[in-house]
């Protein structure tokens, strides 16, 4: 017996398995919210039919107004509900919901709730909802809990709720429980270990799956083995995702899935997609294999009420789908609630004229009294009930049709005769796909209808209407949860005391009124539209032939027979015999005379016989058949000679005109041939190409090719993946000097690219000439390529800025503006887009000079070019125009837009624009309006030019030229624009040379030279003429005597003073001994005491001239003094009187200083930028691994990623040795 036991055991196990589950029965919900039932004596009836067996709700589960005697028993099987649970406005005392495991709140009572109870108290007396008793509901996955006013309910706060709620529900805080009664409730703890509770009943313990668990989302113990699969919600039975309560997400046959398995398939071995035979649609939260009755498959797999864009419903093999459109959609008719009739609450007098000619309308029609009677708030004005008929040509409905109001004159609704299938997709309250209320007719008049899809009919308070009975409503319905309800309808025997019956050859005594039109199938034949009791076989005026149950007429052309049929079909080859003639096998009016027969283009001519058939003419005239004979027939005409005389010429002639146009022709040809041949000879045997001069002017910039051996390299200022920046010593071959440089090398592993690219930036630089940028002093073409620069001993604008912000005054700001301005004017003349302008990207050679640098990304224009498109790369996000960014545009005016980044940057004492907004949201920033915000210091005229800079339209902002005349017209009154408390006058102007004394304390160097010194050209340097008087780009410090030169205030490395090595103009002076040694030099070091210094003007006609140097000329140069001696290298500046000097620098004693020169930390604070020169820019990079490439946050990358380079490589990076974009350690890149 236990054998035998065990085997049966193990049977009932293996048919389980090979059985799958059945389905679970789908019902859908309401959507009334707190709405009275529009029919209160059939409102219990309509839920008990709508939850009658149901257990997953595919919808709202909204149970309202329920009076105390309800039998809620069709609630029990009900596990799942799609979307929230309101339980309102009761008098019943309990709901039988114990069933329900998950709510999961696709929609939200209130837009908050997914279980609502809320005043279920009844009148005095009763005492309404006393428990809740969903002893099984264990998860709600979204939205919270409201439960108020319910005077007579117990145990809802001894709900753990916060276990029920989803861990990832954003709603868990919206529990509201209000426990306040007016009866005292039994305690459960007793009977409850934990104390919580849906009812008195030991049954009724609230079953925890979330916060007993042991690290897991829902199980079913506190074991770490009790833990529920990831893909479960409600809890489980087992580990498996077969052993689930209810799925999170998806429920294909029992088993919860992530999703359901696709409809197509990618098969990798013939590389095509195929059809999926486990695909499955998705139906809620259930996979199916095929889409429910009145739902639409997608090709996605889905299935959906309303098609998606761009794609139409077509019916295939009866089964409903969505299909994209090959073309253009057609247009399609929109009902109330569908695009732009959303929210419109009736059919009116301004939107009825929409549905005119429709035969489908997706959406619903509703019909409310103010219809007929106009709105006066939306001034509507009534509806002539004669615009009704729009209507007639209406077949099909998707949504719902409600009508609670009718023109009083018309007895039906035989406007909508023609309506075959209302869909009800659309609910009228969740509910209802018709709704009949409140009217005045006395039968429906459907005739046409032939389906009601989905939902329930409701047809109530017609206290005329007669029929309802009579319609064969089940064959109607296609759902078996559909059903009518009628209530205060005019009863069925009064209907027929008065004689309102259906017409007597209907059959099954089903109609839609009376009279004949009306049956909804008839007893016999069906003429038309009326039912009649046979047809015109044999007599009657139009004689019939029967096909079936329907009575069709005989052709026209049909004989009337006495005694017999006249026809056996409609056609007119389906005569008994002919009223007028028969050609063929067809009757017709009269014999074909001149007819073209179907696809031919000769037409035939017939006579009739004396039998009244059709036959040939013996000529078949194709053209000119005026003249016939007695038959009809053509008479055949011979041409005359003069007509065959004429056609001959006209022949000869077009003949002849074709052969001189083809003579013509071929003669052209050949000149043309001969003419090609000829060129093509002379371009091989000349070489010369056609020109095409484009008007510019020729680039004669000088490019100087540096030795290896001229360059010695003294310190590593940074380094990064594809370089390093030194600081060095250049030392022309044949020559005495000195000249400190910086240094760029790449690595050995560069790729190729980058070479190129360091030659293009090379190329830029070697091609500036103004004051106000900084040039190339040469390259050196080594096996890495290697960039000569000249070393700016203040370092980047940017940490100039920051480091002394409690030192700069007004018009320092103003003169770095303008003398920015005028630089980026310049690039602007000679047609350099620089596309990476920002203070970081500016040197300071003194306190009062700046100069542009960082040619990475700039790019020269062609004569013909307006704008540069880039094709990637990291670019600076935050200083670029909006158009650079979205669609890589450069021109001269998206740097203007980078230049007022650049001022504000400067107005801010370096603050980094845009701070903590990642550099990928700064496009939607920008579209939508936003700007970097006013600085505090600065007054409205200048903030209003930065935010002319930032337009959107590039045309809209400013010129630099216009920037250089507004910034200088503010330097000459710097306080009235730029408002700096305790604002000083300027910075003091006197050169540190600490950064010249560490410089030659590192090496033994001496004679050292500034760069630009060494490159400007003296007497005589390209011609013999020494007369020619010449000026100098930058003013020298030398003397003409051999004396230790003086240092003079606000000069950079190009004011350095040297020992005096001038020579006289003649060969007679004799040429001055240069002290040697480094004592030499740094005796020159030592400044002589000079002149007390004079007021420092507060105006100046030209603000951004370089406060220590000579006036210059209006291109920017300094000139020379008439009679100063020729220099050995640069031309020099005369004798001049000395201003303050500054205070005399010791000798270096041993103490580091912070940026790593020896410094004597007592000496006193000459002034505000005395240690300018110890700027971290010139550190030395900690030791360590090169830092990545592209490790600066103020560039975005915006190719995509790419593939690395060889194995064990840097990684390729779009823009070479660019400090930017090297992630060199420090800013010393950017005083380069």
């Known amino acids: 017996m236990i054998r035998a036991g065990g085997c049966l055991g193990a049977g009932l196990l293996l048919l389980a398995a090979l059985c799958p589950p ?605 003249i016939r004979d007695e038959d009809g027939c053509p008479v055949d005409q011979k041409p005359s000679q003069v007509t065959s005389i004429i056609a001959g010429v006209v022949g000869a002639l077009l003949v002849i005109v074709l052969l001189l146009i083809t003579v013509i022709c071929v003669k052209r040809r050949r000149q043309q041939e001969r003419k090609h041949t000829m060129r093509r000879l002379l371009q091989e045997t000349e070489l010369v190409e056609p020109l095409t001069p484009s008007g510019a002017l020729p680039n004669q910039a000088q490019m100087r090719i540096l030795k290896e051996t001229e360059l010695k390299k003294v310190k590593v200022l940074g380094s990064g993946a594809f370089g390093t920046v030194y600081k060095g010593i250049w030392i022309p071959d044949g020559e005495s000097v000195k000249i400190p440089v910086a240094i760029k090398v790449l690595r050995e592993n560069t790729s190729p690219k980058a070479n190129k690219e360091i030659l293009d930036e090379a190329y830029v630089m070697a091609g500036v000439g103004s004051p106000y940028v900084s040039r190339l002093l040469g390259i050196c073409l080594t096996s890495t390529v290697q960039l000569v620069t000249q070393l700016m001993p203040y370092g980047c604008l940017l940490d100039y800025v920051r480091e002394n912000k409690d030192h700069i005054g007004s018009q320092d700001l103003l003169n770095w503006c303008v003398q920015i301005a005028k630089g980026m004017s310049y690039l602007e003349e000679v047609r350099l887009v620089h596309r990476d302008l920002a203070a970081r990207n500016v040197l300071v050679k003194s306190p009062n000079h700046v100069k542009i640098t960082d040619f990475g990304l700039a790019r020269l224009l062609d004569i013909d070019e307006t704008e540069y498109h880039a094709d990637g790369g990291k670019v600076p996000i935050k200083w670029m125009a909006l158009e650079s960014i979205l669609r890589r545009r450069f021109t001269h005016q998206s740097d203007v837009w980078s230049y007022g980044v650049t001022v504000w940057e400067l107005m801010t004492f370096g603050a980094k624009p845009y701070d903590g907004i990642p550099a990928r949201e700064i496009p939607d920033l920008l579209e939508k309006g936003e700007r970097l915000p006013q600085p505090p210091i600065c007054t409205i005229d200048v903030y209003m030019i930065m935010v002319k800079c930032w337009m959107i339209d590039s045309e809209c902002r400013p010129k630099f030229r216009e920037l250089v005349t507004e910034f200088s017209r503010m330097a000459r009154d710097p306080q009235r624009f730029v408002v700096i408390q305790n604002d000083l006058v300027g910075l003091p102007g006197s050169m540190d040379s600490t950064f010249y004394r560490a410089l030659l304390e590192e090496e033994d160097m001496d004679d050292l030279v500034d760069a630009e010194e060494y490159l400007v050209p003296h007497h005589g340097f390209f011609s013999a003429d020494t007369s020619t008087t010449y000026r100098s780009r930058i003013s020298s410090m030398r003397s003409t005597a051999e004396s230790p030169a003086k240092v003079e205030e606000g000069e950079g490395l190009s004011s350095f003073p040297f020992p005096a090595q001038g020579l006289v103009e003649g060969p007679e002076s004799p040429v001055p001994e240069v002290p040697e040694g480094d004592g030499g030099v740094k005796a020159a070091l030592q400044s002589p005491p000079g002149r007390e210094p004079g007021p420092l003007p507060r105006y100046s006609e030209d603000p951004t001239g370089l406060a220590a140097e000579d006036s210059e000329d209006p291109e920017g140069f300094t000139a020379a003094a008439p009679h100063s001696t020729m220099p050995e290298y640069v031309n020099q500046a005369g004798e001049r009187p000395p201003r303050a000097p500054p205070s005399p620098p010791d000798k270096p004693k041993g103490h580091q200083g912070k940026n790593g020169l020896i410094k004597d930390p007592k000496l006193p604070f000459p002034g505000p930028f005395s240690h300018a020169v110890e700027n971290p820019e010139y550190l030395a990079p900690p030791p360590g691994p090169f830092s990545q490439a592209f490790d600066n946050p103020y560039y975005w990358n915006q190719d995509p990623p790419k593939g690395g380079g060889p194995e064990g490589g840097p990684s390729t990076t779009p823009t070479a040795e660019n400090p930017e974009y090297l992630g060199l350690a420090g800013p010393d890149a950017a005083a380069v």
Request: charged share 20%; proline share 7%.
């Open 22 to 626: 059945a389905p679970a029965e789908v019902c859908t919900g309401t959507d009334m919210k707190l709405l009275r039932p529009s029919s209160p004596e059939s409102h219990y009836e309509t839920l008990r039919h709508l939850y009658q067996g149901c257990q997953v709700v595919q919808g709202n589960l909204e149970l309202t107004y329920l009076p105390p005697d309800a039998d809620t028993a069709f609630l029990k099987d009900i596990k799942e509900v799609q979307g929230y649970v309101l339980i309102a406005e009761n008098q019943v005392r309990g709901l039988e919901l114990q069933s329900l495991r998950i709510i999961r709140g696709t929609q939200l009572f209130q837009d908050r709730y997914a279980l609502a109870v809320v005043g279920n108290a009844g009148p005095a007396g009763t005492p309404g909802l006393l428990q809740l008793g969903m002893r099984h509901l264990t998860e709600i996955l979204k939205g919270g809990v409201h439960i108020e006013r319910n005077p007579q309910l117990c145990f809802q706060e001894t709900i753990l709720w916060s276990d029920i709620l989803h861990r990832h529900n954003e709603f868990r805080g919206e529990i509201h429980v209000e426990s306040t009664r007016s009866r005292s409730c039994p305690d459960c703890r007793a009977l409850c270990s934990e104390g919580h509770c849906w009812s008195e009943s030991p049954r009724d313990c609230q079953t925890l799956t979330n916060s007993i668990c042991h690290g897991c989302p829902r199980c079913k113990g506190t074991k770490p083995t009790d833990c529920c699969h990831e893909q479960c919600a409600a809890g489980c039975t087992g580990p498996k995702h077969s052993d689930c309560l209810a799925c999170l997400n998806f429920n294909r046959s029992g088993i919860c899935e992530l999703h359901c398995p696709p409809l197509v398939i990618y098969n990798s071995d013939t590389f095509e997609s195929m059809p999926n035979p486990d695909g499955r649609y998705t139906f809620g939260a259930s996979c199916v294999t095929q889409c429910p009755y009145n739902y639409l498959a997608t090709e996605v797999g889905s299935c959906t009420l309303v098609c998606p864009q761009n794609s139409q419903e077509v019916t295939v093999n009866n089964v409903q789908k969505c299909e994209k459109c090959s073309k253009p959609c057609p247009e399609v008719c929109y009902g109330l609630g569908v695009d732009f009739l959303k929210g419109v609450r009736a059919v009116n007098a301004s939107n009825i004229q929409h549905f005119s000619g429709c035969t489908k309308i997706f959406g619903s029609l509703a019909f409310l009294p103010e219809t007929f009677a106009g709105d006066p708030s939306t001034n509507t004005p009534p509806l002539d009930p004669k615009l009704l008929r729009i209507f007639e040509s209406l077949e099909e409905l998707t949504g719902f049709l409600y009508i609670a109001a009718w023109p009083p004159e018309m007895e039906d609704l035989g406007v909508f005769q023609n309506l075959r299938v209302i869909r009800g997709r659309v609910l009228h309250n969740g509910a209802y796909s018709l709704t009949l209320r409140d009217l005045a007719v006395q039968a429906l008049g459907l005739r046409a209808l032939q389906e009601i899809s989905s939902g329930m009919v409701l047809v109530h308070h017609n206290p005329q209407l007669c029929f309802l009975q009579k319609v064969p409503w089940d064959s109607i319905f296609r759902n078996p949860r559909q059903r009518l309800f009628q209530t205060h309808n005019k009863p069925p025997e009064q209907c027929e005391s008065e004689g309102l019956v259906c017409f007597h050859l209907c059959a099954h005594g089903h109609c839609w009124g009376p009279g004949p039109t009306q049956c909804v199938a008839c007893e016999r034949f069906l003429r038309g539209q009326e039912c009649v009791a046979s047809c015109n076989l044999l007599d009657g005026a139009v004689r019939e032939h029967a096909n079936g149950t329907r009575c069709l007429p005989c052709h026209p052309e049909c004989q009337p027979q006495n005694g017999t049929e006249t026809c056996f079909g409609s056609e007119p080859d389906q005569c008994v015999a002919c009223a007028h003639y028969k050609d063929a096998q067809q009757c017709v009016r009269r014999c074909p005379s001149g007819v073209k027969a179907d696809a031919s283009f000769v037409p035939v001519w017939k006579y009739p016989d004396e039998d009244g058939v059709c036959q040939l003419c013996p000529t078949n005239c194709t053209h000119s058949c005026t």
